[in-house]
């Protein structure tokens, strides 16, 4: 099985997500959203060639 890491940018990403669906959905749907992405890293895990690489996109910040 593969593993999956997030890079320290990664999780303030994540971070500033949950905070912005906290003020525009309540807590209780911003609470749920984290879980979609971890579900996600999941599936990547147990099967990663299922999913494109994104190697090639541009990082817009």
Do not use: T, W
């Not at 890491?5 to 749907?29: C, H, P």
Request: proline content about 5%.
């Amino acid at each position: 099985m593969y593993s999956c890491f997030l890079s320290s940018e990664a999780k303030e990403d994540l971070k500033r997500i949950y905070y912005y669906e906290v003020g525009q959905f309540g807590i209780d749907q911003a609470d749920n959203y984290p879980n979609m992405f971890y579900d996600c890293f999941d599936r990547i895990e147990e099967n990663p060639f299922l999913f494109p690489s994104a190697e090639h996109k541009k990082i817009l910040r």
